[in-house]
């Protein structure tokens, strides 16, 4: 049932990266002798290019999902076993090949624009026409022809990291909200199936830092403002992950403690909220997209804890390098 098996990024959020998936909708256009065309080319691309020689993926276009959707209701109903009923879990396009033709004599014309899926960007456009005798060869090496630039396109991942920290030493505490931007991680490598790896980084601070002190001293402006970073790898069928924040990740406070003149001595650096240490790290995405980060570096039970949740969806594709 196409549209239905598990792979690439799917409507629950489930990620098998380094495979574009493709949908080619209906044609329109054609008349006269070619007017059978308008659905007969889109089946026959459609059929050419189930293997196109990279990791790729021909998934339901918008009219068979409209037609599968009674069913999958259907097998909601009480009348099929829960233990068997499908479940809608369509896999999401990553890229729309929608067609323009024209009859033109005895050649049919044709333009088909690669669309990005999501964001509705026309990626490019591939034309030229087809003759009436020889016209199932001619649709074979425009079958091709779409296949390598399909191949061409690899996805680009939004990884956005969301929770709190804590933090405990002997001489005070912190708790905090970690404010970090959504990252884009852009393919950096690639083999002759598709990409196989993507970096991003984006800035990264804490936010509502209250430091409770347990001396006599007390803790004041806290700061902190750095990035933090990943690098995703394929792992066969899923995503690893090994992700990090540079040293303005770390949050810290300055220390005033009072003075035998009656005044304070001020020392800075003293560290709040951190991502130090916090797992796992590197890391396989489970496949509904979305890891839980927890704990943080820890010596004679001081040290730092966070509760994190990182979430990693595909957002665009883009031209591989």
Same mark, same amino acid.
């Given at each position: 049932?196409?549209?239905?098996?598990?792979?690439?990024?799917?409507?629950?959020?489930?990620?098998?990266?380094?495979?574009?998936?493709?949908?080619?909708?209906?044609?329109?256009g054609a008349t006269?002798?070619?007017?059978?065309?308008?659905? $007969?080319?889109?089946?026959?691309?459609?059929?050419?290019?189930?293997?196109?020689?990279?990791?790729?993926?021909?998934?339901?276009?918008?009219?068979?999902?409209?037609?599968?959707?009674?069913?999958i209701e259907f097998?909601? !109903?009480?009348?099929?076993?829960?233990?068997?009923?499908?479940?809608?879990?369509?896999?999401?396009?990553?890229?729309? *090949?929608? $067609?323009?033709?024209?009859?033109?004599?005895?050649?049919?014309?044709?333009?088909?624009?690669? *669309?990005?899926?999501? =964001?509705?960007? *026309?990626? /490019?456009?591939? !034309?030229?026409?087809?003759?009436?005798?020889?016209?199932?060869?001619?649709?074979?090496?425009?079958?091709?022809?779409?296949?390598?630039?399909?191949?061409?396109?690899?996805?680009?991942? /939004?990884?956005?990291?969301?929770?709190?920290?804590?933090?405990?030493?002997?001489?005070?505490?912190?708790?905090?909200?970690?404010?970090?931007?959504?990252?884009?991680?852009?393919?950096?490598?690639?083999?002759?199936?598709?990409? =196989?790896?993507? /970096?991003? !980084?984006?800035? *990264?601070?804490?936010?509502?830092?209250?430091?409770?002190?347990?001396?006599?001293?007390?803790?004041?402006?806290?700061?902190?403002?750095?990035?933090?970073?990943?690098?995703?790898?394929?792992?066969?069928?899923?995503?690893?992950?090994?992700?990090?924040?540079?040293?303005?990740?770390?949050?810290?406070?300055?220390?005033?403690?009072?003075? #035998?003149?009656?005044?304070?001595?001020?020392?800075?650096?003293?560290?709040?909220?951190?991502?130090?240490?916090? /797992?796992?790290?590197?890391?396989?995405?489970?496949?509904?997209?979305?890891?839980?980060?927890?704990?943080?570096?820890?010596?004679?039970? #001081?040290?730092? #804890?966070?509760?994190?949740?990182?979430?990693?969806?595909?957002?665009?594709?883009?031209?591989?390098?």
């Amino acid at each position: 049932m196409p549209g239905a098996r598990a792979a690439y990024t799917q409507e629950k959020g489930g990620i098998n990266p380094g495979k574009v998936a493709f949908a080619v909708e209906e044609f329109s256009g054609a008349t006269g002798e070619f007017g059978v065309m308008n659905g $007969g080319l889109s089946d026959l691309l459609g059929t050419d290019l189930v293997s196109t020689g990279c990791r790729t993926a021909e998934i339901a276009n918008t009219a068979l999902r409209r037609r599968l959707e009674p069913v999958i209701e259907f097998e909601q !109903s009480a009348y099929v076993d829960p233990a068997t009923r499908l479940v809608r879990n369509f896999i999401e396009p990553d890229i729309q *090949v929608h $067609g323009s033709l024209q009859t033109r004599g005895n050649r049919l014309g044709y333009a088909l624009t690669l *669309v990005d899926a999501r =964001t509705g960007t *026309v990626l /490019e456009t591939i !034309s030229g026409s087809l003759p009436y005798n020889g016209f199932f060869e001619a649709e074979e090496i425009l079958a091709k022809r779409v296949a390598r630039r399909l191949c061409a396109y690899g996805e680009v991942f /939004e990884i956005t990291l969301t929770g709190t920290g804590s933090a405990n030493f002997a001489t005070h505490s912190a708790t905090g909200t970690l404010s970090a931007e959504p990252m884009t991680a852009k393919p950096t490598a690639r083999d002759a199936g598709g990409a =196989t790896n993507w /970096e991003g !980084s984006a800035p *990264v601070s804490w936010t509502d830092v209250a430091v409770a002190s347990k001396t006599e001293c007390v803790y004041e402006s806290p700061i902190s403002g750095g990035a933090w970073s990943a690098k995703l790898e394929r792992a066969g069928d899923a995503l690893k992950i090994e992700w990090g924040g540079d040293q303005g990740s770390s949050g810290t406070a300055t220390v005033a403690c009072p003075d #035998d003149r009656g005044g304070y001595v001020r020392i800075a650096g003293q560290p709040t909220t951190a991502l130090i240490g916090s /797992e796992p790290n590197p890391f396989l995405l489970p496949a509904d997209g979305i890891q839980p980060i927890t704990g943080g570096f820890k010596s004679d039970g #001081d040290g730092w #804890d966070n509760t994190l949740e990182m979430k990693v969806k595909t957002i665009r594709v883009q031209p591989l390098g």
